[in-house]
Every structure is written in C-alpha cells, then in structure tokens.
Nanobody, 126 residues
Framework: QVQLAESGGGSVQAGGSLTLSCVASGRPWSDDVMGWFRQAPGKEREGVAA????????YYADSVKGRFTLSRNNAKNTVLLQMNGLRPEDTARYYC???????????????????WGQGAQVTVSS
C-alpha cells in the first residue's frame, strides 16, 4: 500500500493560484498512475488530472484544461497540481490517488485507483 499525503490547500479569491502537493511513501510507486480527484459537497468525486508512469502522459478534465498543470518527481516521491485561474466552481476537497497502470485504463475514473490520501480543501471565493 502507498501512503499519500496532500498539502497546499487553502482559500483564495477567484483568479488566484494554489499548488497542491502529494507526497507518497510506503511501497515503490514510480510505476503507478498518479491522479487528482475532487469532491464538492453534495456532488460525486470527479477526476481532475492524471499522469502515467514512464511516458509521463497527462490527462486533464475538460473543466481544468489550460488552467491546471500536473507534474511528478519520482526522485522526490512528489506529485504537484498547479492550479491557476481558480474559479468558485473549483471549490472542493482534492484527493491524490495512486493506481497500477494497465492497458486501456480510464485514468479520470476513481475505480482505476487503489490508494487514496485524506484530501486537501480548496475554497475559491468570488
């Protein structure tokens, strides 16, 4: 099992920026797909972004394309989600997740992931 710890959440005004960090520990995770999800009150958890091992291919939800940037540093066991141009609708609890790569996986679906962090709250005011 991989232990995941998120940090960097907070409150910002619309148009502001935040960077979420996810630090992994436990079993080796460099071969895992790493994803970020978010869940707003009363809504289902949705995929935000995911990055594959090896190729480093990145997938973004349409709602965050052009505003969020995902990166991973295997040497530092860290995955970063840079969030720019934040909007009130981005308000949610954000979760880091890790899962084994498999051919044809849908990396913005939570069913593709095995290990989850506790989440970090992001609040964007208008």
């Amino acid at each position: 099992q991989v232990q995941l710890a998120e940090s960097g959440g907070g409150s910002v005004q619309a148009g502001g920026s935040l960077t979420l960090s996810c630090v992994a520990s436990g079993r080796p995770w460099s071969d895992d797909v790493m994803g970020w999800f978010r869940q707003a009150p009363g809504k289902e958890r949705e995929g935000v972004a995911a990055i594959l091992p090896g190729s480093g291919s990145i997938y973004y939800a349409d709602s965050v394309k052009g505003r969020f940037t995902l990166s991973r540093n295997n040497a530092k066991n860290t995955v970063l989600l840079q969030m720019n141009g934040l909007r009130p609708e981005d308000t949610a609890r954000y979760y880091c997740a890790a899962g084994p790569w498999k051919y044809g996986g849908n990396w913005l679906r939570q069913e593709s992931y095995r290990d989850w962090g506790q989440g970090a709250q992001v609040t964007v005011s208008s």
